[in-house]
Each structure stands twice: as C-alpha cells, then as structure tokens.
C-alpha cells in the first residue's frame, strides 16, 4: 500500500531574471514492502513463525531499512517478536487467535507498508512435552512460559553458566532447574522480569533439591526493570560466583551494579548466605520476604540495611544473623534501622553484626529495641556532613555491643564529627569499644566528639561500660548539648574526659553514675575557661566518691564557681591558674569541702594554685589543697602550694581551708603588689609544708 503523495503545483515567479529554461525535479516514492509468512501450512500454538520480507524492494535500487511490530495479538498473548529490524524476524504465538504483523520499509525520504495476519490454531496433536535445555547466553528479549502443569517438574534446565544480556520475562509457575555448580548472571543491558500471580510462584532450584547445589542467581544488572517477585530461590550458595565475594543463592553485584526489587519472595536452603549485596549495589523492597533453613541470612552494605522490611520472616536459619558491611551512609532521605519482629522469630533470635567502617554522610535513625554487634574494629563515624538519631526508650534499649568481651575493648566506637543540633543519643547502651584511636581524635573512646568542626551530641539516659579508652572524649571546641542520666562503668581511662569549657554541661551531676573506671570521674585535659558574655560558671560536685582529674594545665579566664563537696585531682607537675581576667569563687561547708589534691598522694605530686587575677570575688573557703609544690611556680618563682603572681596584682580571701603535704610554702607572695585577707594566717591550717607555711614578699 503506497503512500500518496498529492502535489498541488502554483508556478509563481519566485526570482526575478530566472530562465524560462529552469526545471524542478519532484521525489517519487519507489518503496514497495512485501511481507509473508515462510511457513507452510497452519500453524499452531507453541510453533515458532518466521516472517520474511525478502520481496520488498526499491524500484530504483536504493537501500532501506526494515522494522516489524505487531498491530494485534489473541488476548493474554505475551510473546515479542525478535530480530524485529532484520529481513527475516521471528516470534512464538503462545496463544491461539489471529496475530497481525506489520512490515514498515523506509528511507529517508519515504515508507511503505505491508500487512500480514497469521492464523493460530489449536494443535490436535501436540509433540510430546519436554524440559527445554538453557545452555547458551541469553542476548535476545526471551521470554520462558510455563511448560508443565505439574509443579514437581522442570520446565526449563540451565546446564551452564548463562550470562542474560537482554530482557528475560518469566511466566507464574515457572520451574527453572539448575545443573551443579551453574549460576545465572543478569547483566547490562539486560533484565530479568517475573509476571506475578496471586497464588503461583516461580521457582529457581538446584536440579538436585540439596543446599549448594548450584551457585546461584547474580543480579549484576542496573536496569530499573529488573523484578523479582513471588520467587521462590532455593538450594543455592555453593559456591563463590564470579563477581561476588562471597557464596549466595541471591547476589546484587556491584560491578553493574546491580539494581534488584525483590518482593513478596521466599530464599531457602542456601549453604551459604540466602542473599548477599555488594557495597555500591542496591536493591528494595515493596514488601516481605521470607529466608528460611539458610546457613546464613544476609549480608548487606550499611545503607541498604534500612531496605529489609519489618515484615521480613526469619526462619530456622543456621545463623540467625544479619551482617552490615562498612560503607558511607548517603542520600536525600534519612536512612533508619530498626528491629524486626515476625511471628516465627523474636528480636532476640536475630542478630545484627557490623564489620567495618560505617561512614554516615547524611542521616542515620536508629529505632529502640535493636542491639548491634560491633566486630573486631568497627566503627560509626558521623562525619561533618551527617547526624545520628538513636532514641530507645527504658523498655527498648538502644545497645552497641561488642561481637566479644575484651579487656581493654574490641571495637573502635562512635565518632561525631558533625555540628548538627539532632545529633543524639537516648536510652543507648555502648559496650566494649575504645579498642583504638579513630580518626579526627586524640584518644582511644567509646564515644568521641571532634573539636575541629566543633560537634555537637546530646546524651541522655545512657551507659558506657568497658572502653579500652575513655568512656566520652570532647575535645576542645566540641559541645555536649547537654547531658544526664549516664552510667559509666568499667572503662579503662576517665568515664568523661572534656575541655574546661564543657564542665558545665554536667549540671548537678545527680544523674551521673562511676563505678570501675581508670578514673571515676570527669578529666579535664589541658585546657582554659572562656565564656564570651562573661557569665559566671559553675562547676558541680561529683557525687558517690567521684571526682576531676586535671590532667593538664588549667587556666581559668573568666568566673569560676566551684559547688561544695567537689574535689579536683590533679596529674603530676601540673598547675591550676586563676588568669587575670578570670575569678574563682571555692566556696565549701564545714561537712562538704572543696578539695585540691594530687591524682597520687605524694608529697609535692602537683605544682599548685596561681593567682594572677586582681578580682576582688576571689575566694578559698572551706577548702583543702593538698600535695601541691613540685617545681618553682611561673610567675612567682618559689615553690608553693598557692602563689600570688604581683605582676598582675594577684588577690585571695582564703579562710577556714587547710594548706598540707606540701614540697614548697603554704602560700607565697611574689612582692607587695599582691593582696590577701589580714588574718590569713590565723583562719586557716597549715601541716607538713617542707618550706615553712608562708612566704612573705
């Protein structure tokens, strides 16, 4: 059927001084398609068809192209035609009816087609079903219809490894066998596609129905086609498949990557993992799936842990365990990782084991009742970019634990690095980390807030018990937003080490609990109190025998009060400073002093109080300073318990406190320029000064 071309001719004159001479030559159609069927006689369902277009032709011999399609199919019809731009395309009506094929010969100026409609009858006598053999790649859309009625049979066996480079579309009740040791790959630009039924399952099995008898299906495809749902995998993992790491009955590769919706499926008697995805693959889900009588459930990358479903069934597996593979936690949307609890499997059956770095660039939620086992090493880092949300509650306890209990600790811990305001923790248990120093900070922690970009954490309601380092590390220009209700037991260095800005988080301290630690107690490392509106800060005591470490100089350049009961334990050599701008206001009781003291009790252990701060606030009532005088003191050039630097016109009220214990003098002056309460030496105690209780400027 030609296409008409109708010209309607207007001769204007288009151009002035053009010769009369002058000719047009107008295009013509010489495009003639033909299309016909190679197949003689009728043809019935299940028979392949050839078509053939051999007798189109150009009149004037030039060259076109060809494209078949299909204008109608019988109803319920899925089959496609292949090697439909060729001269001699094929297809195999899978239903009965009249199927109408179009040919479309073109070039580029002009077309032509040919229609051709083939009758498919009902076969009257069909060959002898048999399983079809898969043995050869698959590089051209096909598509696998049910062969048998009979689900106990094979409708299809692969007998070696098939690489799908093309669209793969699957049938309900489809029983797909495989030989030993054989696996299926989906590779670019391919895809594999399961036509879901209610009730009816496709089935990917080992021709002998034994754990590990064939290696598995491997998803190394990105194609968003590809669909796996109402599958049932089974008898798979025997071995690694080329790609993987790992031994799976299902593997999303990352080389594609891979790119895999499962839904609704069953994976079973794997002898390795029932489902394993490699770091920089993804898969989702749209609903549950079932892993059942597995050696192993699932290994999977941190940010696709999320993508499990609640509704997920867990049953008797070999190991009930999910393990989460170091990687970066990224996205546009929060990544959230909860429990899962089944009928079949409580929350407890289930663990969750973490290997590696798990780097959180965006954000991570983690929901009450899970509890983490953290393997040898790994850790949660929080980097600048992301935030961590864990809030348990007292039923449902967050817990991070390690694979084992080890002295000194077995896995790294929890770095924040980020300043975001939703940075918290809340009814989280933290165990057996610290076991080495992670990057961005100074100290082996469990949990550790980086100074550089200035971290923010809220802790509450909480326990860390048996760091190899200290229990909470904040380095200087880190904040904790605000902390309470924490137990700290058990760790090898102090419960908290923090600069002198961050003391005053600690509110009341009621809520604080130490039991077992290097140092019960809070350290504060060499550092100085600033507050940038000059507001008085207060430091509380520490209750149930627990104290400060000073583990380094500390300088106080604003008001400092110091609440009764608290003690300050301080490490050799090193010095306490009121500063110039600074105050200190020491205030105990008569039944709650606050005391100054050396971390060793030895004569001289620490080099003492200094006062540079002209203040008249300043005050030392109550108090006790103790085995203080190691080495002359900076800006008083004597050896002393508490000096007075003139240079800055240094000045103490002290009464009602005891000066002891001490290498050098009680209290020294450096020259007249200092200033101290007349009766001084009446209204406090001095004991056991090497140097003699006073010295005089």
């Not at 299309?35 to 053939?52: H, K, P, R, T, W």
Request: hydrophobic share 35%.
């Amino acid at each position: 059927m030609k296409t008409k071309i109708i010209i309607l001719s207007i001769f204007l004159l288009m151009f002035i001084g053009c010769s009369d001479d002058d000719n047009t030559e107008i295009p013509v159609n010489t495009l003639e398609a033909d299309a016909f069927s190679e197949n003689q006689g009728d043809v019935y369902s299940g028979q392949a068809v050839i078509l053939n277009g051999s007798k189109s032709m150009d009149k004037e011999g030039k060259p076109f192209q060809y494209l078949w399609r299909f204008k109608s199919k019988p109803s319920g019809s899925l089959t496609e035609l292949t090697e439909e731009t060729t001269v001699k395309p094929k297809f195999t009506p899978d239903k009965v009816g009249n199927y109408s094929v179009e040919l479309k010969i073109f070039n580029t100026e002009f077309y032509d087609t040919d229609e051709l409609t083939i009758l498919v009858k009902e076969d009257e006598n069909p060959p002898v079903q048999e399983t079809i053999i898969i043995s050869e790649n698959i590089t051209e859309r096909r598509h696998l219809a049910n062969v048998f009625d009979d689900p106990n049979k094979f409708d299809y066996l692969v007998t070696g490894d098939i690489h799908v480079s093309a669209l793969l579309t699957i049938d309900p009740n489809v029983v797909i066998a495989f030989d030993e040791n054989t696996a299926m790959y989906i590779d670019n630009p391919g895809a594999i596609i399961t036509t879901a039924a209610a009730s009816s399952f496709i089935t990917f099995t080992g021709k002998n129905k034994v754990p590990g008898y064939w290696k598995g299906l491997i998803i190394n495809s990105n194609n968003p086609l590809n669909k796996l749902e109402r599958v049932t995998i089974e008898y798979g993992g025997g071995a690694i498949a080329q790609g993987m790491e790992v031994a799976t009955t299902l593997g999303i590769d990352k080389e594609g990557p891979g790119h895999l919706n499962l839904v609704s499926s069953i994976i079973q008697h794997s002898a390795a993992y029932a489902m394993a995805v490699e770091i920089g693959a993804k898969w989702n889900t749209e609903s549950f799936n079932v892993y059942r009588n597995n050696k192993k459930i699932m290994r999977l990358p941190a940010s696709q842990f999320g993508v499990v479903s609640s509704l997920s069934e867990f049953q008797n597996n070999e190991e009930e365990i999910i393990e989460i593979i170091g990687d970066r936690i990224y996205g546009t949307e929060e990544t959230v990782w909860s429990d899962f609890h089944n009928g079949s499997v409580t929350s407890s059956d289930v663990k969750y084991l973490v290997k590696g770095k798990v780097e959180v660039v965006s954000g991570l939620r983690i929901l009450g009742g899970i509890e983490l086992y953290m393997d040898r090493d790994s850790e949660i880092n929080i980097t600048q970019k992301g935030y961590i949300i864990a809030l348990g509650s007292p039923q449902d306890r967050i817990k991070l634990l390690g694979k084992e209990s080890m002295d000194g600790g077995y896995w790294k811990g929890v770095s924040i690095m980020s300043n975001d305001m939703k940075n918290e923790l809340d009814n989280v248990e933290i165990h057996d980390a610290g076991s080495e120093i992670m990057e961005g900070l100074q100290n082996k922690t469990a949990v550790g807030l980086g100074g550089a970009n200035e971290a923010k954490l809220k802790l509450f309601s909480s326990k860390i018990v048996g760091s190899g380092g200290n229990g909470i590390y904040v380095e200087n220009g880190a904040e904790l937003v605000r902390i309470d209700e924490i137990r700290f037991h058990e760790n090898k260095g102090s419960a908290i080490a923090m600069a002198a800005n961050q003391v005053k988080k600690l509110n009341d301290a009621t809520g604080m609990e130490f039991i077992g630690n290097g140092h019960n107690g809070v350290e504060i490392y060499g550092s100085q109190l600033l507050s940038p509106d000059s507001s008085e800060t207060i430091w509380p005591a520490l209750h149930f025998g627990a104290s400060y470490l000073v583990s380094g100089n500390l300088g106080i350049q604003t008001g400092l009060k110091m609440l009764p009961g608290a003690v300050f334990k301080f490490a050799e050599d090193k010095m306490f400073g009121v500063l110039p701008y600074g105050y200190l206001i020491a205030q105990g009781t008569p039944n709650n002093k606050i005391v100054f003291t050396g971390s060793t009790a030895s004569k001289g252990f620490w080099n003492g109080i200094r006062i540079q701060s002209d203040s008249a606030k300043n005050l030392m009532e109550y108090t006790e300073v103790l085995y203080a005088g190691k080495t002359e003191m900076p800006g008083v050039s004597k050896i002393t318990s508490i000096g007075l630097d003139g240079d800055y016109m240094g000045n103490l009220t002290i009464k009602n406190s005891k000066i002891a214990h001490g290498h050098g003098y009680g209290i020294a002056f450096e020259n007249r320029n200092t200033s101290i309460n007349p009766d001084f030496n009446m209204v406090n105690l001095f004991e056991d000064l090497s140097l003699g209780d006073i010295s005089l400027p």
